[in-house]
Nanobody, 119 residues
């Protein structure tokens, strides 16, 4: 059974940083591209970053500010978010990623972690 548990969100001011974590279980973590998705109020959930092998991807909206990393020994993927902006406010989720479509692979989602950027 796939389980994804996100943590690390919070309320921060513009320009500050947060580090998100996602602990995964129930599948062979190292065999998958793992990514972060986010869903802002009134918008669809979309991938913003993924990592696998030697490849990484960042959406233009987060490129240069966010850094994805993973620890295959711990089955955990991280997202370091710097220079946060109010438009980064969203619920953040992780999932395995189909890189050709950037769609999530697993139907199961975690509870997500809320990131709110506000002064």
């Amino acid at each position: 059974q796939v389980q994804l548990v996100e943590s690390g969100g919070g309320l921060v001011q513009p320009g500050q940083s947060l580090r998100l974590s996602c602990a995964a279980s129930g599948f062979t973590f190292s065999s998958y591209y793992m990514g972060w998705f986010r869903q802002a109020p009134g918008k669809e959930r979309a991938a913003i970053s993924w990592s696998g092998g030697r490849s990484t991807y960042y959406a233009d909206s987060v490129k240069g500010r966010f850094t994805i990393s993973r620890d295959n020994a711990k089955n955990t993927v991280y997202l370091q978010m710097n220079s946060l902006k109010p438009e980064d406010t969203a619920v953040y989720y992780c999932n395995a990623v189909e890189i050709k479509t950037t769609a999530a692979i697993f139907r199961s989602w975690g509870q997500g972690t809320q990131v709110t950027v506000s002064s």
